[in-house]
């Protein structure tokens, strides 16, 4: 039989407050102080920083707008304007900034944007959203605890070793395998950008159909469903919002990439809606232009410009994706308990 314990004078009563045998020492409570005050001060550099790069940027984006020297040589309706490449030729979208009369059309570089992008999507949504309803719904404990790292550690694979991988490896592939005439293409450089952002939709995913509450699945089990059709027609439904927060934040993450399809895109700003053709990113303009540009010139501030847009948009389809993300978990969490 346990001896019952003694209590030593002087503790707390029962139904009392509980009592601190060892109170914290002065130094003890100096060391907290400062690490709570270094990580609120860290919390507020990161995001002191993000709003830094953003007025840097739209700062020197600005004179776009606003400053006479360069509506000399551009402006932002003529950004948007097809021009003769000859004379006699038909008018077309031009991005020839270093001529001896510019040329700043945007919308091949959006086009090609886009283009890399849809590809990228439509390779690594059904991959990712595949992966996470097996390790999420199918799998056993085991291979979940295999499946799931591996493919999360593919994001911190260098995206210029992915890149280098579709230049010298998956462009000839798929030349052979499509008879493309020319081998880096919108699809060469779309596929490479999708393997970058099967991480990011997969996490995302595998965490909303987690998400689904139990008595979903109990329910249709129940109701005679098999385990393919209740996965199916109950979770996946339930989970689509989330599903398409990750598609959203995959989208981001693949419209912002800059070395895959600087490496891999072919770096021809066409106007065309072929897949198999080359293909300009703004990204890519912005890093393959920026480093050579002299400062201050029109050529200097449409590249921020182009950044500036770039940034708008990947923020704004990033935040759509956390708004649908946050609400998913907040109904969820409701109809669980």
Not at 39 to 63: M, R, Y
Request: no cysteine.
């Amino acid at each position: 039989m346990t001896p019952p314990q003694m209590k030593a004078p002087g503790s707390h009563l029962a139904g009392s407050a509980p009592r601190r045998a060892f109170p914290l020492r002065v130094a003890d409570r100096r060391r907290d102080q400062i690490a709570h005050r270094l990580i609120g001060l860290a919390a507020f550099g990161t995001i002191a920083s993000i709003i830094l790069i953003f007025v840097f940027v739209g700062k020197e984006a600005l004179p776009v707008l606003t400053s006479p020297e360069v509506h000399k040589e551009v402006t932002v309706g003529q950004m948007l304007e097809k021009v003769e490449p000859r004379p006699g030729k038909p008018k077309t979208f031009i991005w020839q900034p270093v001529s001896d009369v510019p040329k700043y059309a945007l919308p091949p570089l959006v086009l090609g944007s886009l283009k890399a992008t849809l590809v990228a999507i439509l390779f690594a949504t059904p991959l990712a959203v595949g992966a996470a309803m097996y390790s999420s719904e199918f799998a056993p404990r085991r291979a979940r605890e295999f499946i799931k790292p591996v493919i999360e550690m593919l994001a911190g694979i260098p995206s210029v070793v992915l890149g280098f991988f579709a230049l010298m490896v998956m462009a000839d592939w798929l030349k052979v395998l499509f008879g493309w005439k020319y081998r880096l293409n919108a699809t060469t450089a779309g596929v490479a950008l999708g393997v970058a952002i099967i991480p990011v939709i997969y996490t995302v995913a595998e965490e909303a159909l987690r998400a689904v509450p139990r008595q979903y699945r109990e329910a249709a089990l129940a109701l005679g469903a098999g385990p393919w059709a209740a996965a199916r027609r109950v979770v996946l439904p339930a989970a689509a919002p989330g599903i398409l927060a990750a598609i959203a934040l995959g989208f981001g993450r693949a419209i912002g990439e800059t070395m895959i399809v600087l490496m891999a895109s072919g770096n021809a700003a066409l106007w065309t809606l072929s897949l198999s053709d080359s293909i300009r990113t703004m990204s890519a303009t912005i890093a393959a232009e920026l480093a050579e540009v002299v400062h201050d010139s029109a050529h200097y501030h449409v590249l921020f410009f182009i950044g500036a847009l770039l940034f708008v948009v990947t923020f704004l389809v990033n935040l759509a994706g956390e708004v649908y993300v946050g609400r998913l978990k907040r109904r969820l969490s409701g109809i669980a308990g």
